[in-house]
């Protein structure tokens, strides 16, 4: 019963991370002299301190490496699983091209490895996968 308790704490844990990082990042700003890249650094910085989880690490590793990598942290479940994917999605949005297509496709696959690991069929997923994949293409 209790490694029950701490898997659930661990998964909320992690998902209260990604949803505060999303606002800090994606919401409004009231300080529009700070720029993205620097909210980012600090949210690399953020996801190291709070869940010992490196983003570059994830970023630069090759897909498999980084699915695997992924995988070895317990709260990550499907709905942070999205959560996190989302926020690569809205991130590639917000910076240069170079950078973006990293993004994008680590998002892509983050979205497979939920199709995966989910029993039930998700169209607006779906839909998450094929707009990266357009954005891909051009």
């Given at each position: 019963?209790?490694?029950?308790?701490?898997?659930?704490?661990?998964?909320?844990?992690?998902?209260?991370?990604?949803?505060?990082?999303?606002?800090?990042?994606?919401?409004?700003?009231?300080?529009?002299?700070?720029?993205?890249?620097?909210?980012?650094?600090?949210?690399?910085?953020?996801?190291?301190?709070?869940?010992?989880?490196?983003?570059?690490?994830?970023?630069?590793?090759?897909?498999?490496?980084?699915?695997?990598?992924?995988q070895t942290f317990s709260g990550f479940n499907v709905e942070n699983l999205e959560s996190l994917a989302l926020f690569?999605?809205?991130?590639?949005?917000?910076?240069?091209?170079?950078?973006?297509?990293?993004?994008?496709?680590?998002?892509?696959?983050?979205?497979?490895?939920?199709?995966?690991?989910?029993?039930?069929?998700?169209?607006?997923?779906e839909s998450k996968v094929l707009e990266i994949k357009s954005a891909l293409m051009y």
């Open positions: 019963m209790e490694q029950k308790d701490y898997l659930k704490r661990e998964i909320e844990k992690i998902g209260l991370i990604i949803a505060a990082i999303r606002q800090k990042l994606l919401g409004g700003k009231a300080c529009t002299a700070v720029t993205i890249e620097r909210d980012f650094e600090v949210t690399k910085e953020m996801l190291l301190s709070s869940i010992n989880f490196d983003l570059d690490q994830f970023l630069n590793n090759e897909n498999e490496s980084s699915m695997a990598y992924i690569l999605m809205q991130i590639a949005h917000n910076i240069e091209t170079a950078k973006a297509h990293k993004y994008l496709e680590k998002s892509m696959h983050l979205f497979e490895l939920c199709n995966q690991k989910d029993k039930t069929y998700s169209a607006e997923r």
